[in-house]
Each structure stands twice: as C-alpha cells, then as structure tokens.
C-alpha cells in the first residue's frame, strides 16, 4: 500500500540530474530511459568571469549501459513511477490521504490513516516505510533527531523554457560575488541557481525586475516562460539510524543534502532498491 496525501503529481520540478546509477535503478523498477525525455549531458564547465573556463569535467559516454549523468523533468518522471504503480495488482495507491500516526506490535504495525471527511482507517501492515520528506512525521514518532546544518546562504531557483540563447551542458559559474550553476534540461528548459547576497530579500529577487536582471545575460526575458521561481536555504542533514521496530525511512526522512551534485533524489532511489529487495526476502522467505 503506497499513501500520499497530494492527489496530484506535484508540477514543480525540484531534482534535475541522475546519474547512471539511478537510471540502472529505475530500470530495476520497470522504468525505461525512453519512457520520459531526457537530457545527456555532455560535460560540466567551470568558468570564472576573470579566467574563463578552467575546469572541465567529460560526461559524456555511458557506464553500465547507461548515460553517465542526465537532467531530466520531475513532473514527468513521477508521473511514470506512477503508472508502473498502476500495473500491479498486488499495489493498493491510495491518493488525498494523510497518515497520523501508529502503533508497533511484535509482528506488525499499526497505521492511523485520515480519508478526509471526518473519514478514517487503520491498515495493518508487516513493515512501514516513511518517505514522507525533509519534516517526516515517521521520523519524529519513532524518536530520531535530524542532525546536521542549515547553511547561511539563500539561492534563487529559476526554471524557464525557450531561452533565447540556451547551452547544451552544465556549468558553474564561479563568481565569488555570486555563484551560479546553469544547466539544460529536457522540454527547452533552463535551469539557474543564483546565490542571494547579504541584504537582498526573497520578495525582491523573485520579482519580475529581479529575474528579468538575472537573466539578461542569456536573452529578453519576455522571450521566455518562466516556470518556478523559488528562494531555498539548502541543508545537510541525516538521522543516526534509519529504522526503528519495523519502521523504516528513506529518501529525504532520513537524510538530505545540497543539490549541486545532483544527488538528493539519486540518494532516495539507492535507498528504495537496497530496502526493497530486502524487505521482500523477508516477507516471502519460508518461515
């Protein structure tokens, strides 16, 4: 049984690289690289505004039959999860319904479902699993601290489509004044990063005055359709253990970290495949 308390597949695209590891695992789920767009990148430059380009990082290939680094389309790449989901008979979805809370016994576990409505339900279970996020409630009921750091630092995320003149590879642009990461992804999108500097507010640098400044360099913005526009303080955080009884988390619950190496949702992925092939040589191991 999956929970989810969005009915929809939430259209703002956050993570935009994986690696040739995270696409293998999909495979391993049913998922093919043709079934939703995505990008090969390449390479990775690193420029400076005073020395140019001074670092260059070869991407391009593939390394167990895969690309070796990809950005790809959020949206569409859940959407797909959740239609493989679908082919499962064995796989009850269960979608606008929020999970409260549980209750462990020695051979299985108790959850606490809201159906909305003044509706609820309690599903009996071998084993819970929170991917429930960064404020994982799971987390909080089975007692683990999220240790770690907050970093100082605010960026601006802009995603635009049609740029005017776009770039085919990844690049980081090394501007103590103000770091930016830029990447192509699928669609004719665009992605920046854009480090605010001390004083400047998230009410400014998500104005249109503000965006359209940013990204002059790469055309009018009025050419372009801008997507999301967001401010974030990343952080660096995990758990001492990551489970509890027969309470499991993964993915964002259990850890979370920059995304300038692309490995935030690479990261959750490795933590479905290693709890998924074990929990059912669990469940359907002979007693």
């Not at 260059?56 to 797909?80: A, I, M, W």
């Not at 665009?190 to 940013?214: A, K, N």
């Not at 801008?226 to 988390?249: M, N, P, Q």
Request: aromatic share 8%; net charge neutral.
């Amino acid at each position: 049984m999956v929970v989810d308390r969005s009915t929809e597949v939430f259209m703002a695209p956050r993570a935009i690289a994986l690696d040739n590891e995270a696409l293998r695992i999909l495979q391993l789920a049913g998922v093919e690289e043709r079934d939703f767009e995505t990008v090969a990148i390449p390479y990775v430059h690193m420029r400076s505004p005073r020395l140019g380009l001074f670092g260059k990082v070869n991407s391009l290939g593939s390394l167990d039959g895969h690309p070796k680094l990809v950005t790809f389309y959020q949206p569409d790449l859940e959407r797909c999860l959740r239609a493989r989901l679908e082919t499962y008979s064995c796989a009850e979805i269960l979608l606008g319904v929020q999970f409260k809370s549980f209750t462990e016994d020695r051979d299985h576990v108790l959850a606490s479902l809201d159906l909305g409505h003044g509706r609820t339900r309690v599903v009996r279970a071998r084993y819970m699993v929170g991917a429930d996020g960064a404020s994982s409630l799971v987390r909080q009921l089975i007692g683990q601290e999220f240790k770690g750091k907050t970093f100082a630092e605010d960026w601006l995320i802009v995603d635009a489509r049609n740029v005017p003149r776009p770039i085919d590879h990844i690049e980081f642009i090394c501007d103590h004044r103000r770091p930016i990461p830029h990447m192509v992804a699928p669609g004719n999108r665009e992605r920046w990063e854009f480090m605010l500097r001390p004083g400047e507010r998230r009410e400014e640098m998500e104005s249109e005055t503000r965006i359209r400044e940013l990204l002059s360099p790469w055309g009018n913005v009025e050419d372009m359709i801008i997507e999301r526009k967001a401010v974030y303080r990343f952080h660096a955080r995990t758990v001492d253990a990551f489970s509890k009884g027969r309470v499991f988390l993964a993915g964002d619950a259990a850890h979370i970290t920059p995304p300038f190496v692309g490995q935030g949702l690479v990261a959750g992925l490795r933590d479905a495949a290693n709890l998924c092939w074990k929990l059912a040589w669990v469940v359907l191991a002979p007693v």
